[in-house]
């Protein structure tokens, strides 16, 4: 019997191990194999054509001497402060609204979250459409309120520029931060909140002590996301403003982006994407620091 038992057992982990290879393939086929091979080329002078030298640490060296590669991280990180709250609060509010049991709620849920399946590049084509200065949505609707009393070329301005591409990645991701942050609201039982109205709570006070304590990983779970999409921000930029005016509107990604495949240093390149994935790894331990569950 013990002997059957045990077949039994070894047949579930071998099915369970034959589901799990195919993304396990995935994975090391496209992360693993190409991150540590990033590591490898970031201690060689990689051209496209000829020999490889290796240089040792010089890549690193020059990655923090490199006056460009620091104002496009600089850039990145005020990108990143900028549209992480946006997008948080936005999709906060619209879990919010959606919370709750009334007719037609699937709609406006569909309806927020819609954006979501747009691919950033259509995405980036559509509200550049909405900005342009000559047949623009946005500056036509300005000068018939009054607004402001000539066309602002919106995508060639660094003061405009960063604004209005956070509002469009906000439009775009704000959907999916809500529904995280829905599922966590969702995941509340109701027994929860009956018991502390009973005991005298007020909505306020079942907000504050009850709700987000409860749904607070998640919150920084949402954060993280952001954080991580704001620092690795390359097509809306590509697209909307060509890392311009004068490579002021240049992110990390982008300036990686230039330098391996247009100017073909790809051990710099790849030396440049580790340290931006070290900064990675920091911000997300400091989020989840901050955000961890300390009622468990």
Same mark, same amino acid.
């Given at each position: 019997?013990?002997?059957?038992? %045990?077949?039994?057992?070894? @047949?579930?982990?071998?099915?369970?191990?034959?589901?799990?290879?195919?993304?396990?393939?995935?994975?090391?086929?496209?992360?693993?194999?190409?991150?540590? #091979?990033?590591?490898?080329?970031?201690?060689?002078? &990689? !051209?496209?054509?000829?020999? /490889?030298?290796?240089?040792?640490?010089?890549?690193?060296? /020059?990655?923090?001497?490199? /006056?460009?590669?620091? *104002?496009?991280?600089?850039?990145?990180?005020?990108?990143?402060?900028?549209?992480?709250?946006?997008?948080?609060?936005?999709?906060?509010?619209?879990?919010?609204?959606?919370? @709750? #049991?009334?007719?037609?709620?699937?709609?406006? @849920?569909?309806?927020?979250?819609?954006?979501?399946?747009?691919?950033?590049?259509?995405?980036?084509?559509?509200?550049?459409?909405?900005?342009?200065?000559?047949?623009?949505?946005?500056? *036509?609707?300005?000068?018939?309120?009054?607004?402001?009393?000539? !066309?602002?070329? &919106?995508? *060639?301005?660094?003061?405009?520029?960063? !604004?209005?591409?956070?509002?469009?990645?906000?439009?775009?991701?704000?959907?999916?931060?809500?529904?995280?942050?829905?599922?966590?609201?969702?995941?509340? =039982? =109701?027994?929860?909140?009956?018991?502390?109205?009973?005991?005298?709570?007020?909505?306020?006070?079942?907000?504050? @002590?009850?709700?987000?304590?409860?749904?607070?990983?998640?919150?920084?779970?949402?954060?993280?996301?952001?954080?991580?999409?704001?620092?690795?921000?390359?097509?809306?930029?590509?697209?909307?403003?060509?890392?311009?005016?004068?490579? %002021?509107?240049?992110?990390?990604?982008?300036?990686?982006?230039?330098?391996?495949?247009? *100017?073909? %240093?790809?051990?710099?390149?790849?030396?440049?994407?580790?340290?931006?994935?070290?900064?990675?790894?920091?911000?997300?331990?400091?989020?989840?620091?901050?955000? /961890?569950?300390?009622?468990?």
């Amino acid at each position: 019997m013990s002997v059957n038992r %045990k077949m039994r057992a070894y @047949r579930k982990k071998l099915i369970n191990m034959i589901f799990i290879l195919p993304l396990l393939a995935v994975n090391i086929t496209f992360f693993l194999i190409p991150f540590v #091979k990033s590591i490898y080329m970031s201690f060689y002078d &990689w !051209p496209l054509l000829g020999e /490889k030298t290796f240089n040792g640490l010089q890549n690193f060296v /020059k990655v923090f001497q490199d /006056k460009k590669f620091l *104002h496009s991280l600089q850039f990145t990180m005020q990108y990143a402060i900028l549209v992480t709250p946006m997008l948080f609060i936005v999709a906060f509010v619209m879990a919010i609204l959606v919370n @709750r #049991k009334f007719r037609g709620v699937g709609i406006f @849920r569909t309806i927020y979250f819609m954006p979501v399946v747009i691919s950033m590049t259509a995405s980036a084509d559509i509200w550049l459409w909405i900005y342009n200065e000559l047949y623009g949505v946005l500056n *036509h609707i300005l000068l018939s309120v009054g607004v402001i009393d000539s !066309p602002v070329a &919106w995508m *060639h301005l660094p003061k405009t520029s960063l !604004p209005a591409i956070c509002l469009m990645v906000t439009w775009k991701m704000s959907g999916f931060s809500m529904l995280m942050l829905l599922g966590a609201f969702q995941a509340i =039982d =109701d027994e929860i909140y009956q018991a502390a109205s009973i005991d005298g709570a007020n909505a306020v006070q079942r907000f504050t @002590r009850i709700t987000l304590p409860l749904i607070r990983p998640t919150m920084g779970l949402s954060m993280v996301i952001s954080v991580i999409g704001s620092v690795l921000a390359f097509e809306q930029f590509k697209i909307m403003t060509g890392g311009g005016p004068s490579s %002021k509107t240049q992110t990390a990604i982008y300036y990686i982006y230039e330098t391996s495949f247009r *100017h073909f %240093k790809f051990g710099y390149g790849a030396a440049m994407s580790i340290v931006v994935l070290v900064i990675l790894a920091a911000l997300s331990y400091v989020q989840f620091a901050l955000t /961890k569950d300390t009622t468990e």
